[in-house]
C-alpha cells in the first residue's frame, strides 16, 4: 500500500475529507462547517473515518488543506501536525507559487478555487469553465495553458432562499425542489421557480458570457454537493466531477512535492 494523504476542503457550510492513494481516491466524508472544533475532536472524527476505509496501522504520512474559514484552518492544521505529519500544506498562490494565475490580486483567490482550475484542468485541459454549487455559485475560468484567469461569485440558491425569508416580512423559506412549471401558481412555487430554474438559466447565460470574452468555447465542468439537478437541465451539459476540490488539493500537494 502506497503512502496515504488526507485531504481537507473547508468551506463555509461543509468540510469535505478525502483519503489518498496516489490519484485514487479511497474514501472521502463531509462535515457540517457550523461547529467549532479542537484539534482533538477533528483527530478523533478522522482517525474514525481512516478506521471505516480499512486503513489499519496505514495512517496519513502526509496532508494538505484547502481552506477559506480561518477558524478551522488552524484547528486541522494544529491536528494534522501533532498526529500525522510535521508540515501539512494550507493552498495558497505564495505556498504553491507554480500556480499560474493572471489577476490582479492572486492573494484574494479561495484555494478552493485554486484546486478546482487546477484538477479542472488536469483532468479535461483548457480553456475551461468550473461551476461549483456549494454556499455560492462560483464560476472559475483557466486558460487555453491552464493559468488561471478569474472567475464568478453569486449566491448559491439556499443562501438566496435564507435571504428572502429572513429579508422579508412574509415570504417564506421553502424547500428547493424544481416546480411544475415555471410560472409558479403560489407564492412557495414562484420562490421555487426562480431559485431553481433561475440558476439553470443564470449558469447558461454566464457559461455564454465567458465564451464570448473567451473568444472560444470552453470545456464546463461542474462540482459541488448540490450541482446535479441544476446541471442536468441545464443547456450547457456540463460534466459532473463531485470531488474535484479534493482532486485538485492532492494533485498540488502532490506537484508541490515534486518541485521542493
Known amino acids: 500500500m502506497n503512502e496515504i494523504l488526507l485531504a481537507i476542503d473547508i ?5 469535505q475529507c478525502g483519503l489518498f492513494e ?3 481516491l479511497r474514501s472521502s466524508w463531509r462535515l457540517t ?10 483527530w478523533q ?15 496519513p504520512k502526509s496532508v494538505v488543506v484547502s481552506s477559506v474559514v480561518p477558524a478551522h484552518t488552524r484547528s486541522f492544521t494544529w491536528m494534522a501536525r501533532e498526529h500525522y505529519c510535521r508540515n501539512p500544506l494550507s493552498i495558497s498562490v505564495e505556498t504553491c507559487p507554480f500556480l499560474e494565475t493572471r489577476c490582479d490580486d492572486p492573494t484574494q483567490i479561495g484555494a478552493d478555487r485554486l484546486c478546482n482550475a487546477y484538477a479542472g484542468f488536469h483532468y479535461y485541459g483548457g480553456p475551461l469553465v468550473v461551476v461549483d454549487f ?3 455559485i462560483t464560476f472559475d475560468v483557466a486558460a487555453e495553458d491552464g493559468a488561471y484567469l478569474g472567475g464568478i461569485i453569486i449566491p448559491g440558491p439556499m443562501t438566496a432562499a435564507q435571504a428572502l425569508h429572513t429579508r422579508t416580512a412574509r415570504l ?3 424547500t428547493l425542489v424544481f416546480p411544475p412549471t415555471v410560472i409558479g401558481k403560489s ?14 438559466d443564470l449558469i447558461d447565460g454566464m457559461i455564454g458570457r465567458i465564451a464570448t470574452e473567451l473568444k472560444a468555447q470552453p470545456k464546463v ?4 454537493g448540490y450541482a446535479e439537478p441544476y446541471i442536468s437541465r441545464s443547456r450547457s451539459q456540463p460534466t459532473l466531477h463531485p470531488n474535484l476540490v479534493l482532486e485538485g488539493a492532492n494533485l498540488i500537494y502532490r506537484r508541490a512535492q515534486e518541485l521542493a
Open 45 to 59: 472524527l478522522t482517525e474514525f473515518y481512516c478506521d471505516k476505509a480499512g486503513l489499519g496501522d496505514n495512517r
Open 187 to 200: 407564492t412557495d412555487a414562484a420562490i421555487q421557480a426562480g431559485l431553481t430554474w433561475g440558476a439553470v
Open 172 to 174: 417564506p423559506e421553502v
Open 11 to 15: 468551506g463555509n457550510t461543509t468540510i
Open 33 to 42: 462547517s457550523e461547529v467549532s472544533r479542537t484539534p482533538d475532536e477533528c
Open 22 to 24: 496516489g490519484e485514487k
Open 221 to 224: 465542468i461542474a462540482t459541488g
Open 134 to 136: 456549494g454556499t455560492a
